[in-house]
């Protein structure tokens, strides 16, 4: 888990199915000095790669609650890419009392597509 910052609410940031806290990186570079930020590695990926599975949305969920819980004593806002913004709508739902903003970067569909090819997959 990365933090820094004391200033604002918090930004949660959640990444990509594959990629890690570090894909936020750039974005932090552009955020006000100060700004209080939370990343972490989410299940099955960079430093958590080893957790164990399941890695259905409900345990994902669970784990980025248990990160908000361990990381953001007041205010946060959720900043979710693709899978990440998928977490964070499904916690999001469950209205934590802190939570005051959700970002949503090109979410992952609700559901998958039903015509997925082989090849695509």
């Known amino acids: 888990m ?3 910052g004391r200033s604002g609410p ?3 940031f959640v990444h990509y199915w594959g ?4 894909t936020w990186n750039s974005v932090l570079d552009l ?3 100060g700004q209080t930020t939370v990343r972490f590695d989410q299940r099955g990926w960079g ?3 080893a957790l164990p599975g399941p890695y259905h949305l409900d345990q994902l969920t669970d784990d980025l609650a248990r990160v908000v819980q361990a990381c953001v004593p007041g205010p946060f806002v959720l900043v979710g890419h693709s899978m990440g913004a998928k977490t964070s709508q499904l916690l999001a739902a469950h209205r934590p009392s802190a939570l005051v903003g959700l970002v949503l970067v090109a979410p992952a569909p609700p559901q998958p597509p039903v015509t997925v090819t082989e090849e695509y997959r």
């Open 2 to 4: 990365l933090t820094r």
């Open 10 to 12: 918090a930004l949660v």
């Open 19 to 22: 990629g890690s806290a570090g």
């Open 31 to 33: 955020l006000p000095p």
């Open 47 to 49: 430093a958590s790669r």
